[in-house]
């Protein structure tokens, strides 16, 4: 077992090391002193070697949290039979995501990410430090600078690569704030009109299944569902039909989620017809061909994969649109207002309406079809969690403009009069 020992500090500053006195000792499972690892810590603490300022460090970390943080990542190098010295930074990443589905944990549960980011930071760091010591050979890291609102003004800061996104705080779960129904709807009539039916549909895609933006731009046609398979579901009364994810997943990790049958056969219409035609325009004109599922109808750009960029530009500049408008605000708007229409066609089995059932009766409720959504959405933290309960507990009088979000959102005219 790795132990981080605090020695008497009163101790060793007698013995003529105070500046070193306050800094933890790292010892591996057989109990050996590790060399480098205490070295680090005593240079982190004489200030002869720390992560660039602008590097994004919490002003929380203490030596202690570092060390204990190191210790994780010499237990989990030992479980891989992995030496640091050949560590790379996918070895990193595979720690980061270990931590983050909980295989790392143990409770077997997914950590907070911050505690995940924290950890995979600090031996990034170590092993940073171990190279340009001369310790190991090169550790190739292709840092990122970003701005960042750090207490309240603008930071440009240096991010280490694919670091996990944090969830909201708690402070700003009061501030969560989603868009009116209609808003969304009208902002998907105005992509159709101005960017064209094909970036229409990989946004209504991403509204209606809460695919993630990197997804939705690597999704491959041969895992739509075919005519058959959309048929197959609607005889069996089904209103959702399955569809493997198994590109541009996080982490790599396929996943299965459902497609409303009416988007499905819409999606499948335009594969069958328009889209065969910009294939091969493509192909004619440039002698390229392409497995993704979304390609682009605009002119001069025919056949062409839809790229994130094109897909953040729809959700960023076209008007009419809601205020606070984004790909991730998206994702949050289908699970809302996905949850909040379950609640309601739930509510009306009993003859009354969400807001009607009661605010505890919408929060448990609410709990088990998040837990429910969880395998469609790919993750839900706890934080945002109760960011989605506590919006549904202040949203339920949105539950009749929201009912059918699918079919609120392809403009159908009975939700229009509802």
Known sequence: MVKVFQPNADRIAKLGFASVAHVPVIFDNRQRYCREYNRYLRERAELDWRPSSSFLEPRSRTLKTIAENLGNWIRWCESKSLKWEKATYDHILAYQDDQDTGTWSAAGEPLARSTSNGRADDATYF??????????????????????RIAGRMRTVTVRPARLKEPLGESQIDAFRLPQPVEVRDWLAAVRRRRGYAK???????LETGVRLGEAEAFPLADWPSVEKIDDAAFAGDVFVPVLLSRGTKGGRHRTIRVPIELAREIRTWIDGPRNKYIFGLYKRDGKRTDNLFVSDAPGFIGIPIRRHTIG??????????????????????????????????????????????????????????????????????????????WLATAIDLAEMANGWHRFLAGDEESRSK
């Open 200 to 206: 229409y549909l990989v946004c209504r895609f991403m």
């Open 127 to 148: 092993l940073t430090w171990a190279a340009h010591r001369g310790l190991r050979g090169e550790f190739k890291v292709n840092f990122t600078v970003q701005q960042k």
């Open 313 to 390: 530009d729809c959700f960023a500049k076209v008007t009419p649109r809601p205020k606070v408008w984004s790909p991730r605000k998206g994702r949050h708007a289908f699970a809302c207002f996905f949850i909040l229409y379950a609640l309601d066609a739930e509510a009306r089995a009993y003859k009354s309406t969400p807001a009607g059932m009661g605010v505890n009766w919408v929060h448990n409720r609410g709990t088990e079809w998040l837990k429910m959504l969880k395998r469609q959405y790919g993750h839900v933290d706890k934080v945002t969690t109760q960011i989605y309960l506590k």
